[in-house]
């Protein structure tokens, strides 16, 4: 019976990919696989795969389908008890999938795992968040943000009083390195591709707590992330983030929601104009404003 099989969705990050793939070599629990889901890369990746790392399962898609339908290709293929959800931009350390299966093996209530992800210099990366609530859009990344940065809503959102160094119930942590009990995935797609970059992991972990599962973090658990090295290649990153949002809050909170937030959207976005105008002006430096406007036009459509 396999144990563990591990997910890696891998998109045009070729190098960190054969770095990820040499750390499980030595760091996973007997009886376990891996899965890499090859989103259409350009950079050899797929071939890397295919060429060094035979033990491993290789997808291929022909384009980037998204990370939420990678993801769950791999889910499908999956043989293990547990899955373990895992980024190209990950180094696992030590005992670190060990101690995350150990732990679910017995605390039966629990559904989920995450690791404490630590930057390559060894700086704890503060990645907890809470659930996004009506108030989330209101006051995070709008004016009301920047007239009051220290907010009680961003300190919730971001979970600033997180202690980083004990073990915790969390409610959603990243997909980054995830470790998920099989039968609290329920379904052989647990992510739902309608968010097709982000937010699938907040829906996620949102639905495992409706279902009455757990989440913990292990302080002890320790895997190194690079940090946003395929989305950063993303040309449509801001558009696609503010599309996915909206389809999450239309998916938990009705059209009111996903109006509200478009609401927010846009009163971001004229303060942005006002303010741009008013530096011209003033005879300050001027700044295109064709991003945001591209952003805004392609999340309206939606």
Not at 50 to 58: N, S, T
Not at 132 to 142: D, I, K, R
Not at 157 to 168: I, P, T, V
């Amino acid at each position: 019976m396999t144990m563990v099989s591990v997910v890696i969705p891998s998109w045009n990050t070729r190098e960190l990919l054969r770095t990820c793939l040499e750390s499980l070599k030595l760091n996973l629990p007997h009886s376990s696989e891996v899965i890499v889901v090859d989103n259409g890369s350009h950079d050899g990746s797929a071939r890397l795969v295919a060429e060094q790392f035979q033990h491993v399962r290789l997808i291929r898609n022909q384009r980037n389908t998204g990370f939420a339908h990678a993801t769950n290709q791999g889910v499908e293929a999956a043989r293990g008890a547990y899955v373990l959800f895992l980024s190209t931009d990950t180094v696992v350390t030590g005992n670190a999938v060990k101690l995350m299966l150990a732990f679910l093996e017995q605390n039966l209530r629990y559904g989920a795992a995450a690791p404490q992800l630590v930057h390559p210099d060894g700086t704890v990366q503060r990645s907890h968040m809470r659930f996004p609530t009506l108030a989330t859009p209101l006051w995070v990344g709008t004016p009301l943000e920047r007239w009051f940065p220290k907010n009680k809503e961003v300190q919730r959102y971001f979970a600033r009083d997180f202690d980083y160094d004990l073990d915790s119930d969390v409610e959603h942590p990243p997909a980054t390195c995830l470790l998920m009990r099989r039968k609290a995935l329920k379904k052989s797609k647990p992510l739902d591709e309608n968010l097709w970059l982000f937010f699938n992991d907040v829906d996620l972990c949102r639905r495992l707590w409706q279902a009455g599962w757990r989440i913990a973090y292990l302080a002890g658990a320790k895997v190194v992330h690079y940090g946003a090295m395929s989305t950063r290649q993303f040309a449509n990153f801001a558009p696609e983030w503010h599309k996915n949002r909206l389809a999450y809050y239309r998916k938990h909170y009705g059209r009111v929601g996903g109006c509200f937030v478009k609401a927010c959207v846009g009163w971001t976005f004229a303060d942005h104009c006002v303010r741009e105008f008013w530096r011209r002006a003033h005879g300050l430096d001027e700044k295109s404003l064709l991003p945001a406007w591209h952003t805004f036009s392609l999340f309206w459509k939606h």
